[in-house]
Structure formats: structure tokens, C-alpha cells
């Protein structure tokens, strides 16, 4: 049986085919508004989990900001993407909301020079955080 958690979708789109095609492949919402030239949805979906949707939005070049909840022993995430990143970016989740370093990105780093790290600590942590649309 699926383990049901919160996921919020906000993507850069107020079109309507667009985002009739992600409120059909959503499924059930709880929230669902446009504001600002966002779209924004929301409801429990089978281990938070919108694959499908993400690489829609990639496809179609539409910038998006999910954020997974956390359940049980599941942990939750948030990715952003827009055009020019290579793939969407990750972050794995504390219940929170803050952001933390997984066992393999510390693995990654953890030969760096000081400078390195940190580095790349800031950029984890403050990826995005010139862009106004992810702190929404």
C-alpha cells in the first residue's frame, strides 16, 4: 500500500492547456490557485512523489518549485528547476523545512580544501536565494 504525503507544486504558468494537463496528471488536490503568473497545486500524492509532472514542466521549458513532505520513514524534498540548470536540483528536507547534506553529497566534498567546502556549503544552502520565486 502507498504511503500518502503533502506535496506543493508552484510553476511559472498561467496557461491553460498547460496547466489543465498538470491538474489531470495531479490528480486529487486540496489546493489549487494562480497568482502572479503562478500556478500553485497541492494534495497528498503516493510517497510525494510527481515525476511525471516534473519532467513535463522540464520539457515544456516552464520553471517549477516542489516541496515534498516528509512521513514515517520517508523524508521530505524540494526541487527547483528552470531553464539554463541542467537537471532540477534537490534538497533533501529536515520536518522543519530546513535543508540538509545527504550521506553521499557529504561523501563528495568531504576531500575539499576548507575554501572549497565552503564554498559549497553556501551554495546548498543559499541556492536560489537571489531568486525571489524560491522563497516563496
Known amino acids: 500500500?502507498?504511503?500518502?504525503?503533502?506535496v506543493t507544486l508552484r510553476f511559472k504558468s498561467v496557461d491553460e492547456e498547460l496547466v489543465g494537463q498538470v491538474e489531470d496528471e495531479f490528480g486529487h488536490h486540496d489546493e489549487f490557485f494562480t497568482e502572479d503568473g503562478?500556478?500553485?497545486?497541492?494534495g497528498d500524492r503516493?510517497?510525494?512523489l510527481i515525476e511525471v509532472i516534473e519532467?513535463?514542466?522540464i520539457e515544456a521549458g516552464v520553471e517549477y518549485h516542489r516541496y515534498?513532505?516528509?512521513?514515517?520513514?520517508?523524508?521530505?524534498?524540494?526541487?527547483?528547476?528552470?531553464?539554463?540548470?541542467e537537471r532540477p536540483r534537490v534538497f533533501q528536507m529536515l520536518n522543519?523545512?530546513?535543508r540538509v547534506f545527504s550521506e553521499n553529497e557529504y561523501l563528495a566534498v568531504?576531500?575539499?580544501s576548507d575554501a572549497e567546502l565552503a564554498a559549497l556549503i553556501r551554495e546548498h544552502f543559499e541556492f536560489g536565494?537571489?531568486?525571489?520565486?524560491?522563497k516563496a
Open 1 to 6: 500500500m502507498a504511503e500518502y504525503s503533502w
Open 38 to 42: 503562478w500556478t500553485v497545486i497541492g
Open 46 to 48: 503516493s510517497f510525494g
Open 55 to 57: 519532467e513535463m514542466l
Open 68 to 85: 515534498s513532505d516528509g512521513k514515517y520513514e520517508y523524508d521530505g524534498d524540494e526541487a527547483h528547476w528552470w531553464p539554463g540548470l
Open 96 to 98: 522543519n523545512g530546513g
Open 110 to 112: 568531504k576531500d575539499k
Open 129 to 134: 536565494a537571489d531568486r525571489e520565486e524560491v
